[in-house]
């Protein structure tokens, strides 16, 4: 079965600054997806960046980028310039390709956002 | 934003009394799925549906069952509430090469 582990329950980072979620899944399959998902208060589930596997490339949306590392089944999430609105709670997430986009998510990790 | 429903948002029901809750989208998405979220273990696939009568159990189905007899709604129900089901509960819809769309989640509280 696929899993995946967020290692920091909590983080925090100086408005402004940059701070890096970290993220490892296991997999046996080839064609996956792999995404990063916002949660804040409001309890809204915003979708913030999604990465194919089969592209080298890593994915980048204005401040957020990822570091996709294939071979090492880590995919990590780059918070550029944060703003306080970045603060909530973000969970990785994981899905096979094809079919039904049954997700598996990480434990999540809550990001302060400090003035 | 995909228009997903659900219903109610927030519940407070006994041990032992059955509990149904609702989720209504208006995407036509083929596929619906029912998660619960408690702390430490982010997001749970209780059930999903790839179709109308169509379902299948996921990674936390004990105590669950669903049924979607038309597109737009799919629905969870707890037959016998217990307190291990105290969550948030959330519902999501998409195709095959669209992204999960969610909706607002709701707060079920077991007493």
């Known amino acids: 079965a696929q899993t995946v582990t967020q290692s920091q329950p909590e983080m925090s980072v100086q408005e402004a600054e940059t701070v890096t979620l970290s993220c490892t899944y296991d997999?046996?399959?080839?064609?996956?997806?792999l995404f990063w998902y916002k949660q804040p208060p409001s309890r809204q589930m915003i979708l913030v960046i999604r990465?194919?596997?089969?592209?080298?490339q890593n994915a980048t949306e204005n401040r957020f980028s990822v570091n996709f590392q294939k071979a090492a089944k880590s995919f990590s999430l780059k918070i550029s310039d944060s703003q306080l609105g970045d603060a909530a709670m973000y969970f990785c997430?994981?899905?096979?390709?094809?079919?039904?986009?049954?997700?598996?998510f990480g434990q999540g990790t809550r990001l302060t956002i400090n003035p | 934003d995909a228009g997903i429903t659900q219903s109610p948002r927030h519940k407070v029901t006994e041990t032992g009394t059955p509990v149904t809750l609702r989720c209504h989208q208006t995407?036509?998405?083929?596929?619906m799925y029912w998660y619960r979220q408690d702390p430490g273990h982010g997001l749970r696939l209780i059930h999903y549906?790839?179709?109308?009568?169509?379902?299948d159990k996921g990674e936390v189905s004990d105590g669950y069952s669903v049924s979607r007899s038309k597109t737009e709604d799919f629905l969870l129900t707890l037959e016998s509430a217990t307190s291990s089901q105290t969550s948030v509960y959330f519902c999501?819809?998409?195709?095959?090469?669209?992204?999960?769309?969610f909706g607002q989640g709701t707060r079920l509280t077991v007493v």
């Open positions: 997430a994981y899905r096979r390709g094809g079919g039904a986009q049954k997700l598996v």
């Open positions: 997999t046996s399959e080839s064609d996956y997806y």
């Open positions: 990465q194919e596997a089969y592209k080298q």
């Open positions: 995407e036509n998405h083929r596929y």
């Open positions: 549906s790839y179709g109308v009568k169509d379902t």
């Open positions: 999501a819809t998409g195709d095959m090469n669209t992204e999960a769309f």
